[in-house]
């Protein structure tokens, strides 16, 4: 396989900002003719496979091994990331209406969404698709929204290109598909979903070594700065820490306090970058958490992470209140601060509202574990919360205790890998598919689950079935390989047999 060709600083800059890239692979004209009639004759002929696109068109895998497509999930995801085994092909006749603008679910189920790059999708024209075609539309900037705007910052990127055109999307931007307004034409494009497996301790992109550079105009319509530039440290495997700019406190105070929407959100994101600078700026900041334009609320979520300590009391104040988005919004923040905020979210897993303890166990999962607080304590605590009577606490659970990385900490695998072998027999989908992602990202020190995870293997979850076959992959000890071998020789696809062609 050629090597990946890695993105940019500044292609970086640009999906971490935007939320998206375009690129282009480099595929004969040839390749992409013979896999849109393979597309059209198994669509036409047989119905759409979903899940089952990929065994099913095995011209695809040659796509997703292109090294301009490796090379992007690389630079996102890390070396190791994984390819979901939700695969689709999104395959529209002519008359289809444009779709609603939506984020994706995760397969019908709902978790805390991600910020930080765990998760990414790639959108690949298999064809020339032009604006009669209905291209898919992606709203840039919107990554990090869990609702719309509603107003003029809103753009509408019309995705339109030849063939081997693809957009690297962050999983949560807001996107939509166009309408079909062609006569005759059908539009096929493939949408993948790829997962990160470990937090990143290095830059993954081809990094000159250079900061952040502030977008200066050249981001979408809403200043996010302390947001991109966290995201930035974050991908590049280091702390909180960062230089802070210089500003006018009381200037940014008064407008944060009394200003229109857009001041407000500028002076939010100032008030961020000044860092600890603006310490005084933090019942203030607190108070925005509950702001009823979303952008402003998380301009200050960052604004307190980016102040540290100090700030930790008021976040976590935040996380216990009765504001539903104040407590989103502050849960970011802790995931942000990182390490100083273990001991408060820890005390919190035991809080009375299962929006606070959901938020907690997903900030825990971010920030993973460090030398500031007991590995083990924190994660004896998660895994406790893995019986929690709420199904969404526990979806967050189950996925903290993988994001965590407790391999390496002898007391601490023990207990989450106990944990998630128990998880796998929950009685919500998610949870169980989820623990298995989870025992993935362990992998090798989880190999006390493989009894559990072949167990797994039957579960009438396909997700279940399919992060189980990904964890006993990754585990990879004798014991794992047979179960998996066995497995998969049962339930192997042959893509020569068809409803025309059945032995």
């Not at 019908?108 to 910020?115: E, F, S, T």
């Not at 600890?276 to 998380?298: G, K, S, W």
Request: one cysteine or more.
């Amino acid at each position: 396989m050629s090597q990946p060709h890695l993105l940019t600083d500044e292609q970086m800059r640009r999906f971490i900002s935007h939320g998206y890239l375009i690129l282009q692979t480099d595929f004969p004209a040839d390749f992409h003719s013979a896999l849109s009639q393979r597309i059209v004759d198994v669509m036409t002929k047989e119905g759409n496979p979903g899940n089952n696109i990929l065994p099913r068109v095995p011209e695809i895998r040659e796509v997703f091994q292109n090294p301009v497509i490796t090379g992007a999930l690389t630079s996102v995801l890390g070396p190791n990331y994984l390819m979901h085994p939700h695969r689709h092909c999104h395959f529209t006749l002519p008359g289809r209406k444009t779709q609603s603008w939506h984020k994706d679910s995760y397969w019908g189920h709902a978790k805390v969404r991600n910020h930080h790059q765990w998760w990414a999708m790639i959108f690949y024209y298999n064809h020339a698709v032009d604006e009669e075609l209905g291209p898919s539309g992606i709203m840039p900037g919107t990554q990090y929204y869990n609702n719309r705007t509603g107003d003029e910052s809103e753009q509408d990127i019309h995705m339109a290109g030849k063939a081997g055109t693809f957009a690297l999307i962050h999983y949560d931007l807001w996107h939509r598909g166009g309408a079909n307004l062609s006569a005759d034409r059908t539009r096929s494009m493939l949408k993948f979903q790829f997962v990160r497996m470990a937090r990143p301790t290095v830059p993954t992109w081809d990094h000159s070594g250079a900061p952040w550079q502030v977008m200066n105009g050249d981001g979408p319509p809403n200043q996010h700065e302390s947001i991109w530039q966290h995201q930035w440290r974050w991908l590049g495997g280091k702390d909180g820490s960062r230089p802070h700019a210089n500003g006018n406190l009381g200037h940014a105070v008064d407008a944060l306090r009394q200003g229109a929407q857009r001041e407000r959100l500028q002076a939010a994101d100032e008030l961020g970058m000044l860092g600890a600078a603006a310490a005084d700026a933090i019942p203030d900041l607190a108070r925005a958490l509950a702001d009823d334009y979303e952008p402003v609320a998380l301009n200050a979520a960052y604004a307190l992470a980016g102040m540290g300590e100090p700030a930790v009391n008021a976040l976590l104040n935040a996380l216990s209140s009765d504001r539903k988005d104040a407590i989103r919004n502050a849960g970011y923040g802790l995931a942000a601060i990182g390490a100083p905020a273990i001991v408060g979210l820890t005390e919190q897993l035991s809080h009375p509202e299962e929006q606070t303890r959901g938020y907690a166990a997903f900030a825990l999962g971010e920030i993973g574990l460090t030398q500031e607080a007991d590995p083990t304590t924190t994660t004896a605590a998660l895994a406790a919360l893995t019986r929690d009577p709420s199904e969404w606490v526990r979806r967050n659970t189950v996925e903290a205790l993988g994001t965590l990385e407790v391999a390496g900490n002898h007391a601490a695998q023990e207990v989450a890998v106990a944990a998630l072998c128990d998880a796998l027999q929950d009685s919500d989908g998610q949870v169980r598919f989820t623990t298995g992602l989870s025992l993935a990202r362990i992998g090798r020190p989880a190999a006390a689950a493989v009894p559990a995870l072949t167990r797994a293997l039957q579960d009438e979850n396909r997700y279940v079935r399919a992060n189980a076959v990904d964890a006993l992959r990754r585990i990879d000890t004798q014991e794992a390989q047979s179960a998996l071998v066995d497995y998969l020789l049962s339930t192997r696809w042959c893509y020569s047999t068809t409803p025309e062609s059945t032995f």
